[in-house]
């Protein structure tokens, strides 16, 4: 697992895009720093004629359209957009606003948090409101549009959601899996495994991506699953000191290059749904071995199950999205 990871990160060059996204809408949450600003400026170079930058900070969401403005040369594409993934009002807002766009090519989850300090929002630890709960609920209420662009605009390609998630699903040994309600457990703030909790966020979120893809009624859409690799950029904000500081200088991409990986899930085709994403290219052997096995599939179900649950509550019938 560390070998794949090691290799990749010390061996493999993403390569540039260089796709066209020409007539193209597409939706980056978390644009305003990081992976997702530098991967809203590829899109945009290459062409899209709608870019919408999903940020909670309208002000960083404006600094990050002029920039990507300038380094273009392209005005009048990007747009700012409210989302704040720690407020399901903010998100169902933000979904019915996109309800109206006359089509949608491809939505890049990228937003996530990643934090040891426990604290509640929607009622849920904040990193699987933020990570799991909201990414999950904003896929599905974005599934209709993408699938309306497919009859309409795309009888060759379909709309893409692309949701990034990271190679540290394989690092947590994951405990609440065993508890009979998996979210209450992940809730209890007594016992909050809080240092392993942004991995388990995102194995907790490939699981439910998983039973999405294996729920889907069509294959209208193509929904895959990035992995950026390490990289330099805004995550690791509340890590100080000289071995985060090292093990980047030894390791990490440039944000630049990480940004590459999420603008190769955005413009894949059906050969990456359902699949694990390194690098750009599409393989399921990314994906940890137990999320491929047969007790990763009941936990799977089991998440799905509870998650169904809170989305119901949330937004009454936005499971039958799928
Ligand atoms: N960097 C890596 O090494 C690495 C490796 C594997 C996977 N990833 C994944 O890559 C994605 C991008 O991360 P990054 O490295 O670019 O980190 P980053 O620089 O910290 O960017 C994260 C983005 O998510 C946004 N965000 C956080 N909480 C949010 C919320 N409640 N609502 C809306 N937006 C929110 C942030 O907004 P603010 O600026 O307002 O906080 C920021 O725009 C994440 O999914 C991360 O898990 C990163």
């Not at 409210?82 to 937003?111: C, M, Q």
């Not at 540290?168 to 009979?180: G, I, K, L, M, N």
């Amino acid at each position: 697992m560390y070998g794949r990871f090691l290799y990749n990160q010390l061996f493999v060059t993403v390569p540039v895009p260089s796709t066209s996204f020409a007539d193209q809408t597409v939706i980056i949450t978390g644009a305003n720093v990081g992976l997702g600003l530098e991967a809203a400026r590829h899109i945009t170079s290459l062409g899209a004629a709608k870019v919408i930058l999903a940020v909670r900070n309208l002000a960083a969401g404006r600094e990050a359209q002029q920039s990507i403005e300038a380094s273009t040369g392209r005005s009048g594409v990007c747009e700012v957009w409210e989302l704040d993934l720690a407020s399901y009002a903010s998100v169902l807002d933000f979904g019915r606003r996109a309800a109206e766009l006359p089509r949608l090519d491809a939505v890049v989850e990228n937003a996530a948090l990643a934090t040891q300090k426990y604290e509640r929002a929607e009622g849920h630890e904040r990193t699987i409101t933020v990570n799991v709960i909201s990414t999950v609920l904003l896929g599905l209420l974005l599934l209709p549009k993408l699938r309306e662009t497919t009859q309409k605009h795309h009888p060759g390609q379909k709309p893409r959601l692309s949701v990034v998630v990271s190679e540290v699903h394989a690092w947590t040994p994951f405990p609440e899996q065993r508890s009979d309600r998996i979210f209450e457990a992940l809730d209890d703030e007594a016992h909050a495994r809080m240092h392993e909790r942004y991995p388990t966020s995102k194995l907790v979120v490939i699981l439910a991506l998983r039973e999405m893809v294996r729920q889907l009624r069509d294959d209208a859409v193509v929904i895959n699953m990035i992995n950026p690799g390490f990289c330099h950029s805004q995550l690791t904000r509340e890590v100080s000191g000289i071995g985060i500081k090292a093990f980047k200088m030894a390791l990490a991409r440039s944000t630049e290059e990480g940004s590459r990986t999420l603008v190769a899930g955005a413009a894949a085709g059906p050969e990456s749904h359902g699949q694990y994403m390194d690098c750009g290219v599409a393989d399921s052997a990314g994906f940890s071995s137990f999320v491929r096995s047969d007790d990763g599939k009941k936990v799977q179900e089991h998440i799905w199950r509870e998650l169904s649950e809170i989305l119901e509550e949330i937004q009454p019938g936005v499971t039958s999205n799928l």
